[in-house]
């Protein structure tokens, strides 16, 4: 049958006192209505129809062309949001799942196990819901004596005795297309909120005679609603749990899962072994047998396997196989590094490409720098490459050893297997093989220490 979506993301969400809409609050680094998206697409929805109003711009820039989008520019309820869907999605036949931009817990698996319970008893709907300790907040689900479903009562217009129940509807639905619309038809705003309620359209199909189906997740963390910033809280602990599961099933090491964070999009592979404090973000991959940690902050950089990355930051880097980076290194963008490269402590790369087994191993800055193979940058040695307006590019070919302390006035270019003397300051390319030296030349003047001590001592002895 043909799986479409509905994603309900409109709401301000005045509950988060947040200038940024709602559903655009990250959890685990992902917006939380794209986890949303994301999830149902890959469940198998064919179309996905976003519902959008505060905030619509912003929603839909950062969702793309991924999905459709409507715009509900008053936000009258969750079943008016619904409805505006209506000429894009009335034709259709077949099962649509709405699910509300704010729940980005709820997990695929779950979704197709409501799926297939919803298609095989033939529901007209079938809603998801968990029990939880505290239902405060949700809206309830209402069972009669035969324990079938029989409508959701929200919070607000609960009496005692549904207020009690402990089984709520996550707002994760399954609904027969033309039903869900036949049905939406009829939902009125006479309640606690003065709202369209989708969740009267449970009620509605229920007393028209159709089959109401419930799916209970045996997992409650799927149905954190974030509404505000303590649940939004909550939902960032279990998604960090699930993301630290997936990575230790598939054979990483994480020595304190709850000591690190890792974002959702992050991949890790096997045998590496990731040690307390580290952050690793957005489009970050790590091969295997990597060893990350204590202390790493790692965002959108790629690591090949067995390299060794501690109390350093790297962000938009790329790094070879094998390479050792740290303690202390700082790796801006465009950094690429190829394999058996070594950073040291102090050192601070931008926009620069070493080849394969060079090596930049204390207190250095090397930017808008092209290095070769095998290079050692000495000690202190730095790229000139900033005249306060310009950027100048610095080029060290393969096999050149540049000594401590110096300075590389770019544009300049030191040639293959070229030595550079510490202490240089070079202004000038270096030929291939040359050396060059360009410091002053060193003075010794016989006995001259004692003399000059001597004499400050005196002078001393005059003042007191
Ligand atoms: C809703 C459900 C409640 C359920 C809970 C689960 C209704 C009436 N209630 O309550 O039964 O337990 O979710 O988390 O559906 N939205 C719009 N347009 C609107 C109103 C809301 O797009 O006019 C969007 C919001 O942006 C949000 C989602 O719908 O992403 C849910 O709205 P929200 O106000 O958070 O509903 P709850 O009170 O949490
Ligand atoms: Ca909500």
């Known amino acids: 049958m043909k799986k479409m979506a509905i994603v309900l993301a409109a709401g301000q969400g005045k509950r988060m006192k947040s200038k940024l809409y709602k559903v655009l609050h990250p959890v685990c680094g992902t917006p939380m209505v794209q986890h949303v998206l994301d999830m149902v697409q890959e469940a198998g929805c064919e179309r996905s129809v976003v519902i959008v109003g505060h905030g619509a711009e912003m929603v839909q820039s950062v969702l793309g062309d991924k999905a459709e989008f409507v715009l509900q520019a008053e936000q009258l309820g969750t079943g008016h949001a619904v409805l505006q869907s209506r000429e894009l999605l009335e034709g259709e036949a077949g099962t649509t799942i709405v699910i509300c ?207 060794i990355i501690h109390h350093s930051m790297l962000k938009g880097a790329q790094i070879g196989s094998r390479c050792t980076i740290g303690p202390y290194a700082n790796l801006r963008p465009g950094s690429v590094l190829g394999d058996g490269c070594k950073i040291g402590d102090f050192v601070e790369l931008k926009n620069a490409t070493l080849g394969d087994g060079s090596k930049v191993s204390h207190l250095s800055y090397v930017g808008d720098a092209v290095v070769g193979k095998d290079v050692n940058i000495g000690c202190g040695a730095i790229t000139v490459n900033y005249d306060g307006y310009n950027k100048f590019k610095t080029e060290i070919g393969d096999g050149a050893f540049i000594g401590s302390n110096v300075n590389l006035i770019a544009p300049v270019r030191v040639g293959d297997g070229a030595y550079v003397v510490a202490g240089s300051t070079i202004t000038h390319d270096v030929p291939d093989s040359d050396l060059a030296i360009a410091r002053e030349r060193q003075v010794n003047k016989p006995g001259y220490a004692d003399k000059i001590r001597s004499r400050a001592k005196a002078k001393k002895e005059r003042q007191n």
């Not at 033939?122 to 479903?149: F, H, K, N, Q, S």
């Open 101 to 307: 931009g704010d729940t980005p817990l709820v997990s695929k698996e779950t979704v197709l196990a409501m799926l297939a319970l919803h298609e095989s008893s033939a529901a007209a709907a079938t809603v998801l819901t968990a029990e939880l300790p505290d239902p405060t907040g949700y809206g309830r689900v209402i069972r009669g004596e035969g324990g079938e479903v029989e409508k959701i009562v929200e919070h607000k217009d609960c009496n005692p005795q549904e207020a009690a129940v402990r089984e709520i509807n996550t707002g994760t639905y399954c609904f027969d297309n033309q039903k869900l619309f036949a049905a939406l038809a009829k939902v009125t705003n006479s309640n606690a909120q003065g709202e369209y309620y989708l969740t009267d359209v449970i009620g509605i199909l229920q007393q028209q005679g159709d089959i109401i189906q419930a799916y209970c997740t045996p997992d409650a963390d799927e149905a954190i609603g974030v509404n505000d910033r303590v649940a939004l809280a909550e939902a960032e602990r279990s998604m960090r749990a699930r993301i630290m599961k997936r990575h230790l099933l598939n054979g990483v090491t994480i020595i304190d899962p709850a000591a690190t964070y890792i974002e959702s999009s992050v991949v890790i592979g096997a045998d590496s072994v990731i040690y307390p404090g580290t952050v690793l973000r957005g489009a970050t991959s790590l091969g295997e047998d990597c060893v990350i940690g204590p202390h790493a902050d790692i965002t959108d950089t790629g690591i090949a396997d067995g390299s």
